[in-house]
């Protein structure tokens, strides 16, 4: 299936349609002189699992198999499922300990599984909070790959992630399921160290035919036969990273299977304020075109049958004129694929399993397949019906209750960070018409979905790319314009070439607000934003700040628009304000650039902090104050510039200097260091220390629990404060600690 000549580029032809031909009855009276029965054997109901009407999302009974998949339709319309916040009742799924135990079900079982798989993430996630909708889109698929495939020997690798829950239910850790995103508990992403099911971790998106390329690549050196099978949502598509591999895995040749899993949602909140957003880019339009291309499916159906069944010269024939007929009515997606060296095979329906495990088992069997993407449509929150009205909404959740899938959020006097920024850059580009905000599809978690309302054409969703998102802002730049780039901090890691060469190294005024910085909680690692500070401050010509509050960071989001020779960036965390006094209509003060403030006069210690560890250095300083010790208290603002005339006068008067930042090693405390040390302030009686994340990775939890386990709290401040000055006894540490 995956020889050179099923892979043979063939110029499309749309010149022929214009003439009146019809290649799909002059394919159908082509394929009249073979057995019809005999063309279907091979990929039978492939085409048939496809789309009847232009739109899977208005007409979902159209979704299932012509011939056979008549009773699975039937059998799923007519059972009601559980989701009364009781505990449902999961005859299969109680059978399931790992996946072997799936093995000898019957496809009526298995789409029962599916159910119960919806019913028990329902009933779980609604008292844990998680990632409900993508979970509950891919029930069916996950059902279906772990019945035709060997786990762990086989490889799964999951992108994102989010959907990863029912595949952790199936592979022995459904007991623990109630611990999920918590303290000690499981991630909400695929885990190595986990499970020996999770082939891959993952938390940031596009990476999964990369990895899956070299598990394939790895296992043709080794000499072993095992499969590898990479699922990629149609968001995910929209980063480069995708495409490389692609190109890549077209070159080499190895079996790899892709599985596109097309909902037509990025998996990540994009949340426009009207609703959810689709993935951008032309790709997106593309898959649009081959869910409601009716002659597509139909050539598909009638070529697969060819090209599968006659061989010699009559197969090559047939292969090219598949090609061609792609070329002419699939459109560009499937074109794409097959021109980047992939055999393409879909739209199938997603949420059939017997479709799914048919198709699945053919590219089992099929000795040398090469890479193949087989793509699949579903619904983000499928069964779940607050989760199908909202699937933006019930994507990532707290608490819900399950009857009606209202949240049982808490209510919080102040709005969080992210809001308080983009209300600032409102209020900015109100009075500046040449602020343009970007984002990485990622509406929703930057706030920029609010300015996107407000300016819809000044807001540029880029998708999931954060590469091209930076380039694309110093573009921008260069015409005189001021963008502001909106990326989480763990996701500007990825882009970080592009900020140095593109950006910084050009001294362009690009504004970088990095969301998500420091300790997020319950997404863990692989979106803890530790390294920002680091990376960003050691660019020559980077202006890189942190604000304490929220009223300092509309004042830095002014301090970013008027820095217009250099580029610039400032950090803020996951949470909500601390209730400070805004200013006016949101609108922010531009800052002296390299100039710190002192909160707080003290004689003995100096706390100089950085970010919204001020607020913790002001307890520790209060915790102090309790057992008899004055500290003075410092808000940095700036890690570079660095204001040097505040550090010297906190180093001179005083006997200890504690610096706290919330970020990793070689980040502000380093800059401090290297300012001490350089005009001699380390030489004489002065004892400095630094406090930071330590140097590795602090595991998921609540924001609290790892604020304690990386030694970041009030307390262990002022206890470092004590024992530095060697006042740190028993009864004074128990009022400290």
Same mark, same amino acid.
């Given at each position: 299936?995956?020889?050179?000549?099923?892979?043979?580029?063939?110029?499309?032809?749309?010149?022929?349609?214009?003439?009146?031909?019809?290649?799909?009855?002059?394919?159908?009276?082509?394929?009249?002189?073979?057995?019809?029965?005999?063309?279907?054997?091979?990929? #039978?109901?492939?085409?048939?699992?496809?789309?009847?009407?232009?739109?899977?999302?208005?007409?979902?009974?159209?979704?299932?198999?012509?011939?056979?998949?008549?009773?699975?339709?039937?059998?799923?319309?007519?059972?009601?499922?559980?989701?009364?916040? @009781?505990?449902?009742?999961?005859?299969?799924?109680?059978?399931?300990?790992?996946?072997?135990?799936?093995?000898?079900?019957?496809?009526?079982?298995?789409?029962?599984?599916?159910?119960?798989?919806?019913?028990?993430?329902?009933?779980?996630?609604? *008292?844990?909070?998680?990632?409900?909708?993508?979970?509950?889109?891919?029930?069916?698929?996950?059902?279906?790959?772990?019945?035709?495939?060997?786990?762990?020997?086989? *490889?799964?690798?999951?992108?994102?992630?989010?959907?990863?829950?029912?595949?952790?239910?199936?592979?022995?850790?459904?007991?623990?399921?109630?611990?999920?995103?918590?303290?000690?508990?499981?991630?909400?992403?695929?885990?190595?160290?986990?499970?020996?099911?999770?082939?891959?971790?993952?938390?940031?998106?596009?990476?999964?035919?990369?990895?899956?390329?070299?598990?394939?690549?790895?296992?043709?050196?080794?000499?072993?036969?095992? +499969?590898?099978?990479?699922?990629?949502?149609?968001?995910?598509?929209?980063?480069?990273?995708?495409?490389?591999?692609?190109?890549?895995?077209?070159?080499?040749?190895?079996?790899?299977?892709?599985?596109?899993?097309?909902? @037509?949602?990025?998996?990540?909140?994009?949340?426009?304020?009207?609703?959810?957003?689709?993935?951008?880019?032309?790709?997106? *339009?593309?898959?649009? #075109?081959?869910?409601?291309?009716?002659?597509?499916?139909?050539?598909?159906?009638? %070529?697969?049958?060819?090209? #599968?069944?006659?061989?010699?010269?009559?197969?090559?024939?047939?292969?090219?004129?598949?090609?061609?007929?792609?070329?002419?009515?699939?459109?560009?997606?499937?074109?794409?694929?097959?021109?980047?060296?992939?055999?393409?095979?879909?739209?199938?329906?997603?949420?059939?399993?017997?479709?799914?495990?048919?198709?699945?088992?053919?590219?089992?069997?099929?000795?040398? =397949?090469?890479?193949?993407?087989?793509?699949?449509?579903?619904? *983000?929150?499928?069964?779940?019906?607050?989760?199908?009205?909202?699937?933006?909404?019930?994507?990532?959740?707290?608490?819900?209750?399950?009857?009606?899938?209202?949240?049982?959020?808490?209510?919080?006097?102040?709005?969080?960070?992210?809001?308080?920024?983009?209300?600032?850059?409102?209020?900015?580009?109100?009075?500046?018409?040449?602020?343009?905000?970007?984002?990485?599809?990622?509406?929703?978690?930057?706030?920029?979905?609010?300015?996107?309302?407000?300016? =819809?054409?000044?807001?540029?969703?880029?998708? /999931?790319?954060?590469?091209?998102?930076?380039?694309?802002?110093?573009?921008?730049?260069?015409?005189?314009?001021?963008?502001?780039?909106?990326?989480?901090?763990?996701?500007?890691?990825?882009?970080?070439?592009?900020?140095?060469?593109?950006?910084?190294?050009?001294?362009?005024?690009?504004?970088?607000?990095?969301?998500?910085?420091?300790?997020?909680?319950?997404?863990?690692?692989? +979106?803890?934003?530790?390294?920002?500070?680091?990376?960003?401050?050691?660019?020559?010509?980077?202006?890189?700040?942190?604000?304490?509050?929220?009223?300092?960071?509309?004042?830095?989001?002014?301090?970013?628009? %008027?820095?217009?020779?250099?580029?610039?960036?400032?950090?803020?965390?996951?949470?909500?304000?601390?209730?400070?006094?805004?200013?006016?209509?949101?609108?922010?003060?531009?800052?002296?650039?390299?100039?710190?403030?002192?909160?707080?006069?003290?004689?003995?210690?100096?706390?100089?902090?950085?970010?919204?560890?001020?607020?913790?250095?002001?307890?520790?300083?209060?915790?102090?104050?309790?057992?008899?010790?004055?500290?003075?208290?410092?808000?940095?603002?700036?890690?570079?510039?660095?204001?040097?005339?505040?550090?010297?006068?906190?180093?001179?008067?005083?006997?200890?200097? /504690?610096?706290?930042?919330?970020?990793?090693?070689?980040?502000?405390?380093?800059?401090?260091? +290297?300012?001490?040390?350089?005009?001699?302030?380390?030489?004489? #009686?002065?004892?400095?220390? %630094?406090?930071?994340?330590?140097?590795?990775?602090?595991?998921?939890?609540?924001?609290?629990?790892?604020?304690?386990?990386?030694?970041?709290?009030?307390?262990?401040?002022?206890?470092?404060?004590?024992?530095?000055?060697?006042?740190?006894?028993?009864?004074?540490?128990? /009022?400290?600690?």
């Amino acid at each position: 299936m995956a020889s050179s000549v099923l892979r043979t580029s063939f110029l499309p032809l749309p010149q022929s349609q214009q003439d009146g031909y019809n290649p799909i009855s002059s394919l159908q009276n082509f394929s009249t002189a073979f057995h019809r029965g005999e063309l279907k054997r091979r990929f #039978k109901g492939v085409a048939s699992a496809q789309l009847e009407t232009g739109n899977a999302r208005k007409d979902k009974n159209t979704l299932v198999r012509r011939d056979q998949g008549t009773r699975q339709k039937e059998h799923y319309f007519k059972r009601f499922l559980n989701f009364s916040g @009781e505990k449902p009742t999961t005859s299969i799924l109680d059978t399931i300990n790992h996946p072997i135990h799936m093995k000898t079900l019957s496809i009526e079982d298995l789409v029962k599984l599916a159910d119960e798989l919806r019913e028990e993430l329902v009933y779980t996630v609604s *008292k844990t909070g998680g990632h409900l909708s993508s979970s509950l889109g891919v029930a069916e698929l996950t059902v279906a790959l772990h019945h035709v495939f060997n786990t762990p020997e086989d *490889k799964i690798i999951w992108d994102v992630g989010h959907q990863a829950y029912p595949h952790k239910i199936l592979t022995g850790r459904r007991s623990r399921m109630h611990t999920i995103r918590q303290t000690c508990g499981l991630a909400g992403f695929p885990k190595r160290e986990e499970s020996i099911h999770d082939a891959f971790g993952a938390g940031h998106s596009s990476t999964s035919i990369s990895a899956g390329l070299g598990m394939a690549v790895g296992r043709d050196l080794l000499g072993k036969n095992n +499969h590898v099978i990479a699922v990629i949502g149609d968001g995910a598509m929209t980063a480069g990273m995708a495409y490389e591999a692609m190109n890549n895995a077209g070159y080499l040749d190895s079996n790899l299977i892709i599985i596109l899993n097309d909902n @037509e949602q990025v998996s990540l909140p994009t949340a426009t304020v009207d609703g959810p957003a689709p993935p951008v880019g032309a790709l997106s *339009k593309a898959l649009t #075109k081959l869910h409601s291309s009716r002659e597509f499916r139909q050539l598909r159906e009638a %070529a697969k049958g060819i090209t #599968k069944q006659i061989g010699g010269q009559t197969h090559e024939i047939a292969a090219k004129f598949d090609s061609c007929m792609r070329g002419m009515m699939g459109g560009s997606g499937a074109s794409l694929f097959e021109e980047l060296g992939l055999y393409y095979i879909g739209p199938v329906d997603g949420h059939n399993v017997e479709d799914l495990i048919s198709v699945l088992n053919e590219i089992k069997s099929t000795p040398a =397949p090469g890479p193949v993407l087989i793509h699949v449509i579903t619904e *983000k929150g499928k069964g779940y019906s607050p989760a199908e009205s909202a699937p933006d909404k019930m994507h990532g959740v707290v608490k819900f209750d399950p009857k009606s899938g209202k949240q049982m959020k808490s209510k919080s006097e102040t709005l969080s960070y992210t809001q308080y920024f983009a209300e600032s850059l409102i209020a900015e580009a109100e009075q500046d018409d040449k602020i343009i905000g970007i984002h990485a599809a990622m509406g929703g978690g930057t706030g920029l979905n609010l300015f996107q309302k407000r300016f =819809p054409d000044r807001c540029f969703d880029v998708g /999931i790319a954060e590469q091209h998102a930076v380039t694309f802002a110093a573009g921008l730049a260069s015409e005189g314009l001021k963008p502001f780039c909106a990326i989480y901090s763990s996701f500007l890691q990825r882009g970080f070439d592009q900020v140095a060469h593109d950006v910084d190294l050009q001294k362009l005024p690009v504004r970088f607000a990095i969301d998500r910085a420091g300790l997020v909680g319950a997404d863990g690692p692989t +979106h803890c934003g530790a390294f920002d500070t680091t990376f960003m401050a050691c660019l020559p010509n980077m202006v890189v700040m942190a604000p304490s509050d929220e009223t300092e960071l509309m004042h830095m989001v002014a301090t970013a628009a %008027a820095i217009d020779d250099r580029p610039s960036c400032f950090r803020y965390p996951r949470g909500n304000g601390i209730g400070s006094i805004l200013p006016e209509n949101n609108k922010g003060t531009p800052l002296e650039v390299g100039k710190g403030r002192v909160l707080r006069e003290g004689n003995r210690v100096a706390i100089l902090g950085y970010g919204t560890i001020v607020q913790d250095c002001m307890k520790a300083a209060q915790l102090l104050q309790m057992v008899g010790i004055s500290a003075t208290v410092a808000d940095a603002r700036f890690c570079k510039p660095i204001d040097g005339d505040l550090v010297r006068q906190l180093a001179q008067e005083h006997e200890i200097l /504690i610096t706290a930042e919330e970020g990793s090693i070689g980040g502000f405390s380093a800059h401090v260091s +290297h300012f001490l040390g350089l005009n001699g302030l380390l030489d004489g #009686k002065l004892k400095w220390r %630094a406090m930071m994340l330590p140097g590795r990775y602090i595991e998921h939890g609540s924001q609290n629990d790892q604020i304690q386990e990386a030694g970041l709290s009030p307390n262990h401040i002022a206890a470092t404060a004590m024992s530095l000055l060697g006042e740190c006894t028993e009864d004074l540490c128990q /009022i400290i600690l």
